[in-house]
């Protein structure tokens, strides 16, 4: 699920954030997919996962969502795909989550 992603990469989102600088102040991001929604709080440097989103979170295909979460391309041209809402305040966010990476899937580096 949605969630259980999300927790599972809670330790490396509030990594990227750290780095970036973020973790000082509390925020929040919400997303939304085809198959749920979520929120990230962060909150002491720490990302928790919360059931559902409010109106301010990115609208995100989940195979966009999927591109992002392994780097496999940038917040920047996601956000430029059709069926992709992400508001201009959570973009400095979602460019600290998802850099772009080096990213290779055997057989499934197909997109």
Known sequence: SLGETFRGSAGECSRRLRAAGMDRKPLTAGFVTEIGAVTLLVRRGRVAVAKGAG?????????????????????????????????????????????????????????
């Open 55 to 111: 109106a301010g979170a990115a609208r995100i295909p989940q195979s966009v969502l999927f591109q992002l979460l392994l780097g496999h391309r940038s917040v920047d041209d996601a956000a430029a795909e059709d069926g992709v809402r992400m508001p201009k305040p959570l973009l400095p966010v979602l460019r600290a989550l998802f850099p772009p990476g080096f990213p290779y899937l055997w057989r499934t580096d197909r997109f």
